[in-house]
């Protein structure tokens, strides 16, 4: 019965704008202070504290938006939301409705003959909410040091299909903050999170009624309860009965969805104009250099790594999923001069040892001494095995590679008088051996390559053993 229906997702996604201080006030935006340490008038709600805008929020609010390829608007206006809870002393929330700052725009999902664009419909600016703590000595309390913190809400158009699909454009977005350096992309402090609306129609039918699953914060998690809201829709509409409207929470112990509220229109939250702030308006000037001024987003550089550096898709995707590890990369290319020996490199031994944490990332060896120690390679002075030892050996100090090999004595045997005689010796003991080659089974030549690297301790240079053993087993 579930083939019958199609699943529909929209996103709307809540990140955190990596400002210093917070969207109306002074107040520091750091996470893990102390419980209301981070706090004035403005964030607390007393009467007569005037709001301030952020100029700093602005700015990478119309970065987001020129990324996601939305329209800035000259002209948006602040408003206020209207409701209850016990994190908002306020009352309400100050955010963005009618007028928002970015419309319109698209993400690219996918990827060759699945690759599409799905819409986002807006970016708009406002104020997060402060954080209700419960199970504290037996009572719930109230953290206010969130109160104030700027956000951005990137609402996508309905145009998902699938909790994979939902995943793989949260991924992307996240990506796109972070290389923005706008966003830190932490899920688990909440910083990027998402509510997922979900709803099921049969082929050919309307949009059906829409449940809201609020703040999601794992991709994983995303995916299991988009199944389980679409698969819970399904089974209703299966047996004859209805979808209600509702606000939802995800359960991860039970792997079940369960409701919060019923569903709120528009017209419950009371919007009006915010009357302590003037609208916020935004010259072309301004638009136009944050524009000329944008990185190079993620899927770009995707692009470029594998036309012109010569990567393969999954290594670009790999090595660009930081920006950090992706301006890492390029700088150890650069100076190396071969990306494709870089990249296989850095993926196979380099990037298991990388930590991220947010935009930071910590890199076992400088992008100077990768470079330095490929090139060994290159020259043939190590081999690709001895490169492995060489990399242990110098991860996590500020020794150069040609320092490594001198100490330790790894320098490549290519001394090809010295690597005859060897190869001479393994021949003669294993007359069986060469009477097979001799017979044609040329796969014994990885036999006696093996014994010469057992006897050099793997410090031959394999080209050559493999050149003066092909000549001498062919010798009568």
Same mark, same amino acid.
């Given at each position: 019965?579930?083939?019958?229906?199609?699943?529909?997702?929209?996103?709307?996604?809540?990140?955190?704008?990596?400002? @210093?201080?917070?969207?109306?006030?002074?107040?520091?935006?750091?996470?893990?202070?102390?419980?209301?340490?981070?706090?004035?008038?403005?964030?607390?709600?007393?009467?007569?504290?005037?709001?301030?805008?952020?100029?700093?929020?602005?700015?990478?609010?119309?970065?987001?938006?020129?990324?996601?390829?939305?329209?800035?608007?000259?002209?948006?206006?602040?408003?206020?939301?209207?409701?209850?809870?016990?994190?908002?002393?306020?009352?309400?929330?100050?955010?963005?409705?009618?007028? #928002?700052?970015?419309?319109?725009?698209?993400?690219?999902?996918?990827?060759?003959?699945?690759?599409?664009?799905?819409?986002?419909?807006?970016?708009?600016?406002?104020?997060?909410?402060?954080?209700?703590?419960?199970?504290?000595?037996?009572?719930?309390?109230?953290?206010?040091?969130?109160?104030?913190?700027?956000?951005?809400?990137?609402?996508?158009?309905?145009?998902?299909?699938?909790?994979?699909?939902?995943?793989?454009?949260?991924?992307? &977005?996240?990506?796109?903050?972070?290389?923005?350096?706008?966003?830190?992309?932490?899920?688990?402090?909440?910083?990027?999170?998402?509510?997922?609306?979900?709803?099921?129609?049969?082929?050919?039918?309307?949009?059906?009624?829409?449940?809201?699953?609020?703040?999601?914060?794992?991709?994983?998690?995303?995916?299991?309860?988009?199944?389980?809201?679409?698969?819970?829709?399904?089974?209703?509409?299966?047996?004859?009965?209805?979808?209600?409207?509702?606000?939802?929470?995800?359960?991860?112990?039970?792997?079940?969805?369960?409701?919060?509220?019923?569903?709120?229109?528009?017209?419950?939250?009371?919007?009006?104009?915010?009357?302590? &702030?003037?609208?916020?308006?935004?010259?072309?000037?301004?638009?136009?250099?944050? @524009?000329?001024?944008?990185?190079?987003?993620?899927?770009?550089?995707?692009?470029?790594?594998?036309?012109?550096?010569?990567?393969?898709?999954?290594?670009?995707?790999?090595?660009?999923?930081?920006?950090?590890?992706?301006?890492?990369?390029?700088?150890?290319?650069?100076?190396?001069?071969? #990306?494709?020996?870089?990249?296989?490199?850095?993926?196979?031994?380099?990037?298991?040892?990388?930590?991220?944490?947010?935009?930071?990332?910590?890199?076992?060896?400088?992008?100077?001494?990768?470079?330095?120690?490929?090139?060994?390679?290159?020259?043939?002075?190590?081999?690709?095995?001895?490169?492995?030892?060489?990399?242990?050996?110098?991860?996590?100090?500020?020794?150069?590679?040609?320092?490594?090999?001198?100490?330790?004595?790894?320098?490549?045997?290519?001394?090809?008088?010295? &690597?005859?005689?060897?190869?001479?010796?393994?021949?003669?003991?294993?007359?069986?051996?060469?009477?097979?080659?001799?017979?044609?089974?040329?796969?014994?030549?990885?036999?006696?390559?093996?014994?010469?690297?057992?006897?050099?301790?793997?410090?031959?240079?394999?080209?050559?053993?493999?050149?003066?053993?092909?000549?001498?087993?062919?010798?009568?």
């Amino acid at each position: 019965m579930a083939s019958e229906f199609e699943t529909v997702v929209g996103l709307e996604v809540h990140a955190q704008l990596l400002t @210093k201080t917070k969207i109306f006030c002074a107040c520091s935006t750091a996470f893990g202070a102390r419980p209301n340490s981070n706090v004035c008038p403005v964030c607390l709600g007393l009467p007569g504290a005037l709001p301030v805008l952020n100029g700093e929020a602005v700015r990478m609010a119309v970065r987001i938006g020129l990324a996601l390829g939305c329209s800035i608007e000259p002209k948006s206006t602040f408003a206020r939301k209207n409701y209850f809870y016990p994190d908002l002393p306020k009352g309400y929330q100050i955010s963005q409705y009618d007028e #928002p700052l970015c419309l319109g725009g698209h993400l690219a999902i996918g990827g060759g003959e699945s690759a599409r664009r799905v819409g986002i419909v807006r970016v708009h600016m406002e104020e997060d909410a402060g954080k209700n703590m419960h199970g504290v000595a037996g009572d719930s309390v109230v953290d206010l040091n969130r109160a104030g913190t700027p956000l951005v809400e990137i609402v996508g158009a309905p145009d998902l299909r699938s909790s994979a699909e939902a995943a793989d454009y949260l991924r992307r &977005l996240r990506e796109i903050l972070m290389a923005l350096g706008v966003n830190d992309g932490n899920l688990e402090e909440g910083s990027f999170r998402c509510d997922a609306n979900v709803s099921v129609r049969g082929a050919g039918d309307a949009i059906g009624t829409r449940c809201e699953i609020k703040n999601v914060n794992s991709f994983r998690f995303v995916e299991k309860a988009i199944d389980y809201e679409a698969g819970r829709q399904v089974a209703l509409l299966s047996a004859g009965k209805k979808i209600d409207q509702e606000t939802l929470r995800w359960d991860e112990a039970s792997g079940k969805t369960y409701p919060l509220r019923s569903k709120e229109d528009a017209h419950d939250y009371r919007y009006f104009p915010e009357p302590d &702030l003037p609208p916020l308006v935004v010259d072309a000037a301004f638009v136009a250099a944050e @524009k000329a001024s944008l990185e190079e987003l993620p899927e770009a550089r995707r692009a470029r790594f594998v036309s012109v550096l010569g990567l393969s898709p999954g290594a670009a995707g790999v090595i660009t999923a930081h920006p950090e590890v992706a301006h890492f990369f390029e700088r150890a290319a650069n100076l190396m001069g071969d #990306p494709v020996k870089v990249a296989n490199f850095f993926q196979t031994e380099v990037l298991r040892d990388v930590k991220t944490t947010g935009l930071l990332a910590s890199f076992p060896v400088s992008a100077e001494q990768l470079a330095e120690l490929l090139a060994l390679v290159d020259e043939k002075t190590i081999s690709g095995k001895q490169a492995k030892e060489v990399y242990a050996k110098i991860a996590g100090t500020a020794t150069s590679p040609r320092q490594a090999v001198a100490a330790s004595g790894l320098a490549q045997m290519s001394d090809a008088t010295v &690597l005859e005689a060897i190869c001479r010796r393994v021949i003669d003991q294993s007359p069986k051996q060469v009477d097979g080659y001799r017979q044609g089974k040329t796969a014994l030549l990885g036999f006696f390559v093996g014994q010469v690297m057992k006897e050099t301790r793997g410090s031959a240079n394999p080209a050559l053993v493999n050149e003066i053993l092909t000549r001498l087993l062919a010798a009568s």
